[in-house]
């Protein structure tokens, strides 16, 4: 960053359309409390990374989309704020969100029997919602719908020949599941470009998760599909921690599918032990491109997660992911402490820069 230290030759993608999503808070255990995933990370991000090459990003059409989400999810979402002003709820109760109260859980219904959509926007609101904490606001489906954009443009940049292209988007999406959002996520911006580059290749392409937290939107979005691999490094959901449900090691699909978790407290040794296994099994599995949800919340001082990874594990991580010389997508999901994420993303993708700079020399 002109201060000596080396340049970053990964494209950056970039949309401004980000910051139309402000979260307004969490409500969490029914208190609202602030919200975490602000726009001042992408903009944090992006600070550190001013030497890199900006890409603008690109429309897309729905097409790809609806390759990974139903199309039910994609028009609540663009639909539940207008629909909740309508409904006049931001005036009485005066709720400056949406924010679901009732959850079409399955045991709720017998057999044969599937829940209704809503007639009361107050009720939509917990039709595709799987917690109270990832509220919806006016400009919360532009930013997501731009998300999505920003990492298939990091596909399309990659399928054209970049070795790598770097994704700095938000909001995160590695826990939105094909027809639900949850955990500061509404589309899955990382599965989007895993599926733009299986179609591309026709081959096996893996996703590699590193964000804290389980990537289990992923997981479940490819659970039946061979052709993309998904593995997630993440803080043990058994211990207490999100998303609480999943991400257990027994959840391996029909073998396409790998999570690690770690204990509380895990620090750089055996996570990048874990990373390392994951990009190894990616190759071993026959994978032609490599998708890495990038959240860089596993670092020793974020807020949201126990993992003690330090900068240099992230440098390290970035070297094991590049190193089977796959071409890369990196997507931002997590990381939560605004002092450091930037410097911990470009630590990543400083690492996978000469992780693939290794592989192009051992292929010589
Ligand atoms: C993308 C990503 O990293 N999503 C992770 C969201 C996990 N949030 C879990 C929050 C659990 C409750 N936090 C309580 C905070 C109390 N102030
Ligand atoms: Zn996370």
Same mark, same amino acid.
């Given at each position: 960053m002109g201060d000596g230290g080396p340049r970053l030759s990964i494209p950056v993608v970039w949309t *401004?359309?980000?910051?139309?999503?402000?979260? !307004?808070g969490e409500v969490w255990v029914g208190v609202r409390t602030p #919200?975490?995933?602000?726009?001042e990370r992408a903009d944090r991000i992006r600070g550190t990374l001013a030497d890199a090459s900006i890409v603008e990003a690109r429309a897309h059409s729905d097409e790809a989309l609806l390759t990974i989400h139903d199309r039910e999810l994609l028009d609540h979402l663009a639909r539940a704020w207008d629909d909740w002003e309508a409904a006049g709820l931001n005036r009485d109760p005066g709720q400056d969100r949406v924010v679901p109260y009732i959850f079409p859980v399955p045991?709720?219904?017998? %057999?044969g029997v599937g829940p209704a959509l809503p007639a009361a926007a107050s009720a939509r609101a &917990?039709?595709? +919602?799987?917690?109270?904490?990832?509220l919806i606001g006016p400009g919360t489906w532009e930013a997501a719908r731009a998300a999505v954009d920003a990492a298939l443009t990091a596909a399309d940049l990659v399928l054209e020949g970049e070795r790598a292209a770097y994704a700095c988007c938000r =909001?995160? !999406?590695?826990? %939105?599941t094909r027809g639900a959002f949850g955990g500061s996520c509404y589309l899955n911006n990382a599965a989007a470009a895993a599926a733009r580059l299986r179609s591309a290749l026709g081959g096996p392409v893996a996703v590699i998760d590193i964000d804290a937290h389980h990537g289990n939107g992923t997981q479940a979005i490819f /659970?039946? *599909?061979?052709l993309v691999l998904t593995g997630s490094v993440h803080v043990? =959901? !058994? +211990? &207490? /921690?999100?998303?609480?449900?999943l991400g257990f090691a027994e959840e391996t699909g029909g073998g396409a599918n790998r999570n690690l978790p770690l204990a509380p407290g895990s620090g750089d040794e055996v996570w990048l032990e874990a990373v390392r296994a994951l990009a190894g099994w990616a190759l071993a599995g026959g994978a032609e491109a490599l998708v890495v949800a990038l !959240?860089? *919340? %596993? +670092? #020793? #001082?974020? =807020?949201?997660? =126990?993992l003690e990874v330090t900068p240099a594990g992230f440098r390290a991580a970035g070297r094991e992911l590049g190193a089977p010389g796959l071409p890369t997508v990196l997507v931002q999901e997590g990381g939560y402490d605004l002092e450091t994420i930037g410097e911990l993303v470009r630590e990543l993708l400083l690492g996978v820069e000469e992780g693939l700079r290794g592989a192009g020399e051992r292929q010589q």
């Open positions: *401004d359309l980000h910051r139309l999503h402000e979260p !307004g #919200g975490t995933e602000v726009p045991s709720l219904f017998p %057999a &917990g039709s595709f +919602a799987y917690d109270t904490m990832t =909001p995160p !999406g590695h826990h %939105a /659970w039946d *599909d061979p043990d =959901p !058994g +211990a &207490g /921690w999100f998303p609480h449900f !959240g860089v *919340d %596993a +670092a #020793g #001082g974020d =807020p949201e997660s =126990p």
